[in-house]
Structure formats: structure tokens, C-alpha cells
């Protein structure tokens, strides 16, 4: 009866018939995920990623770009279908059933992704394709994913002994851990913080249409009045035009002083993120975990990172101050006094940049409508690659899944 059971939400669940969806060119059929389908999707999909890592390591055949590159980087395909649908949702659409499923996901990825990357059998395998890498003819293509597959591994502890890859292993596992937990914080404590205004005059310089959606916020709350929170849609309209100055800069406040102290405080985390980071950079005789991250970067080392900001800084400060002086002065015209303070900037910037290119947001408005845009890319698509796009009339339901 269990295999039975198990049988049946197999059969249910769409991640596994994914090469038989009939959406348009293989998109997700989103109506038909639930929740309890990721899970046991990832779990198979970790199984099978093994599996074909097993595989190639235990190929009798000698090593050779298609059964050993080729292979490696077709390998863990429903996990790759699986993490492409939840990693996005949980970026763009998360809730709290998701990030709790990210929470017991992190460990058993990070075991995954460290049990590969530190595998000898593999690594030895790649090596060997990588050093007859000249007599191959590969094509450029080729050559890059070689290149980039051995660099990976390398990069990421195929090279130390057999003491160092656990501790690494381990390390990375606790680094994925506190990752998740910080972003998740942020997350909350973003969600977490409103303020409710009850006098309209308080919104002064709002848009209508900004003014409206406040208030939408509040009736979904049950609450009369107009609530602010501190997703970008609020943050950015309110803090650009709303003349009080002090709820400007409560939100500045709040915005700015997430998981600081409270129940979604990161300063810990963030202490333990540095320690751990820096135990890896070491693992890799490095002196800190920068110099291990610039490895195989344009930057290559820290040194022509501090150079290329301190150009930077030598270049852009004298027009910076200048910018500056000029917002001071113009505050002061409108009668501001005192000197402006982080909250102020966004807020007399607009102004100064309406007063002095008499051009606004809302000018520019019809221009951007989202058809407008729309049809602009689709003609830039085409001007760029000849490519033409038509509207598809596809619905999604039940039968489109397999």
C-alpha cells in the first residue's frame, strides 16, 4: 500500500512528466504545482543528479569531452527543472510555505552540490580532458565549458586532501545555511513594518494614484486610513514626494535599520557569514575571502578593485559636491533649513531635476504604458535578430500538463 501511495503522487506530481508538458515551448504549468509537489520533486531530482554523476565516474571507457563534459553538464536535469521553477518563485513570489521549504531545502543542496564538486573520480576525469585539451579540436564553444567546468572544480576544493574537502564541505553547508537565514530575515522585516496614517494632510505631495494604493493597503488590512510599508512601490513614491518631512524620514529609518536588533536581527548572522567566509578563503591559503572570489574574474585581486574605486572616487567627488551644494542652495530657496540629511535628498532631487528640465514622471507616462513598451521591445527584438512575435492564445489547464 505504501508503494502504492507513493506510486500515485508520482504520478501526480507534473516535475516528473516534464518532458511531456505541452505548454509553449516547455514553460512551467504553473497551474497545475502545488506545494507538496517540490519536495519530493527536489529529493528525485537529487537522486538522479547523483546517479548521473555515478555514472560518468564509473565509466569504463576513457575520458573524453562527450562522456565526461558533455555529460557532466547534461547531468541533474529534473533537479535543474525543478530549481529553475522554486529559485524564481521564491525571488519573485515567495511566501512563508516556500521559505520554509527553502529552509529544509539549503542543507540537502549544499550536501549536493559538495558531494560533487569534491568528488576525486570526477575531478580526475575532467583533468584528464582538460590536459589534452590542445589536441581535442574542440570549438570554441567546447573549449569554454571545458575550461570553465575544470576551473569550477578547482576553484571549489577538487584540489585539497581528504581532511580539508570536510571541513569545506562542512563550511559550506553552514555558509548556505546563514545566507538563506539573512536573506529570509530581510524578507520579513520588510513585511513586517507599515505605518498607518489617519490625516490625509500628512500625505501632501503624493500622487492620487500613490495616495489610492496606500489606501488599498490599509482596506485589505481591515484598517481605515492610508498604510505605508517599505516594498519599493511605497518606498520610492513617498520618499520622493511626500512633504512630510518627518515620515520621510521614519520610513528612511525603517527602510535603512532592517534586522537591526528585533525578532529578524542579522547582526549575528552577519558576524558569522564574515568568521565562516574567511575559514574558507584560508582552506585556500588565501587571506581573506575577497582574494578567493576575484579568482578567475576580470578584476583578478583586490588590489585593481580598490584601484578601479578609488578612480572612481577621485573622479566623480568634485561633481558630487558640486551636485550637492547645488541641492543645498535650492532647498534653502524653497525655505529648508538646516543641513539635509539622508531622508531630504531624494525629495528635493526630484524637485530640482522638475524645476530644471521642466519634465516630470508623469509626462513620461503615456510614453511607457505597458502595451507601449511591450510592442517597443518586440520591435527592437526584431530590428536586433529578425525575430517577430505573435500573441498565443494557449490556455493552461489539467490536459496541458501530460
Same mark, same amino acid.
Given at each position: ?26 514553460? =512551467?504549468?504553473?497551474?497545475?504545482? %502545488?506545494? $507538496? ?28 569531452? @562527450? ?19 522554486? =529559485? ?22 549544499? $550536501? ?30 567546447? @573549449? ?5 567546468? =575544470?576551473? #569550477? ?10 581532511? /580539508?574537502?570536510?571541513?569545506?564541505? $562542512? ?5 548556505? @545555511?546563514?545566507?538563506?537565514?539573512y536573506g529570509q530575515n530581510v524578507l520579513k522585516a520588510t513585511n513586517a513594518w507599515t505605518m498607518l496614517i489617519t490625516n490625509e494632510a500628512d500625505l501632501a505631495g503624493l500622487k492620487d494614484d500613490t495616495k489610492a494604493m496606500l489606501k488599498a493597503n490599509a482596506e485589505k488590512k481591515g484598517m481605515q486610513g492610508w ?20 515620515? %520621510? ?5 525603517a527602510y535603512n535599520s532592517r534586522c537591526i536588533g528585533g525578532e529578524f536581527d542579522n547582526t549575528q548572522i552577519i558576524v558569522d557569514i564574515v568568521n565562516t567566509r574567511l575559514e574558507i578563503a584560508q582552506l585556500f591559503d588565501k587571506c581573506n575571502y575577497a582574494e578567493k572570489s576575484l579568482v578567475k574574474t576580470c ?15 577621485? #573622479? ?11 541641492? /543645498? ?27 530644471? =528640465? ?6 513620461? %507616462?503615456?510614453?511607457?504604458?505597458? $502595451?507601449?513598451?511591450? /510592442? ?27
Amino acid at each position: 500500500m505504501a508503494a502504492l501511495a507513493v506510486t500515485m503522487l508520482a504520478s501526480a506530481n507534473p516535475f516528473f512528466h516534464y518532458k511531456e508538458w505541452k505548454t509553449p515551448h516547455g514553460t =512551467y504549468p504553473f497551474n497545475d504545482i %502545488r506545494l $507538496e509537489h517540490y519536495m519530493p520533486a527536489f529529493e528525485e531530482g537529487i537522486k538522479q543528479g547523483l546517479a548521473d554523476i555515478d555514472a560518468i565516474v564509473n565509466n569504463p571507457a576513457a575520458p573524453t569531452f @562527450q562522456n565526461t563534459i558533455e555529460a557532466y553538464e547534461k547531468s541533474g536535469e529534473l533537479l535543474s527543472m525543478v530549481a529553475g521553477c522554486f =529559485y524564481n518563485l521564491t525571488s519573485a513570489e515567495t511566501n512563508d510555505e516556500l521559505q520554509a521549504i527553502a529552509m529544509e531545502l539549503s542543507p540537502k543542496m549544499s $550536501e549536493y552540490s559538495a558531494t560533487i564538486r569534491l568528488n576525486e573520480g570526477l575531478f580526475e576525469r575532467i583533468k584528464a580532458v582538460y590536459e589534452q585539451k590542445d589536441k581535442l579540436k574542440l570549438n570554441p564553444a567546447q @573549449q569554454k565549458l571545458l575550461e570553465d567546468i =575544470y576551473e #569550477s572544480f578547482a576553484n571549489n576544493g577538487a584540489n585539497l586532501n581528504a581532511e /580539508q574537502k570536510q571541513v569545506y564541505k $562542512e563550511l559550506s553547508a553552514k555558509l548556505s @545555511q546563514l545566507t538563506l537565514v539573512y536573506g529570509q530575515n530581510v524578507l520579513k522585516a520588510t513585511n513586517a513594518w507599515t505605518m498607518l496614517i489617519t490625516n490625509e494632510a500628512d500625505l501632501a505631495g503624493l500622487k492620487d494614484d500613490t495616495k489610492a494604493m496606500l489606501k488599498a493597503n490599509a482596506e485589505k488590512k481591515g484598517m481605515q486610513g492610508w498604510l505605508l510599508d517599505l516594498k519599493p512601490t511605497t518606498y520610492i513614491p513617498v520618499m520622493e514626494d511626500c512633504q512630510n518631512r518627518d515620515i %520621510r524620514r521614519e520610513l528612511y529609518t525603517a527602510y535603512n535599520s532592517r534586522c537591526i536588533g528585533g525578532e529578524f536581527d542579522n547582526t549575528q548572522i552577519i558576524v558569522d557569514i564574515v568568521n565562516t567566509r574567511l575559514e574558507i578563503a584560508q582552506l585556500f591559503d588565501k587571506c581573506n575571502y575577497a582574494e578567493k572570489s576575484l579568482v578567475k574574474t576580470c578584476a583578478e585581486n583586490q588590489e585593481n578593485v580598490y584601484t578601479l574605486l578609488n578612480q572612481l572616487r577621485d #573622479s566623480y567627488m568634485p561633481a558630487a559636491k558640486k551636485e550637492v551644494k547645488e541641492l /543645498q542652495d535650492y532647498a534653502k530657496e524653497l525655505g529648508f533649513e538646516g543641513e539635509l540629511q539622508s531622508w531630504d535628498f531624494s525629495y528635493y532631487s526630484k524637485k530640482l531635476k522638475d524645476a530644471k =528640465y521642466a519634465i516630470s514622471d508623469d509626462l513620461l %507616462r503615456p510614453y511607457f504604458e505597458l $502595451e507601449t513598451v511591450k /510592442q517597443g521591445v518586440f520591435d527592437l527584438a526584431n530590428r536586433l535578430y529578425g525575430l517577430t512575435f505573435k500573441l498565443n492564445s494557449f490556455h493552461f489547464n489539467k490536459h496541458n500538463c501530460c
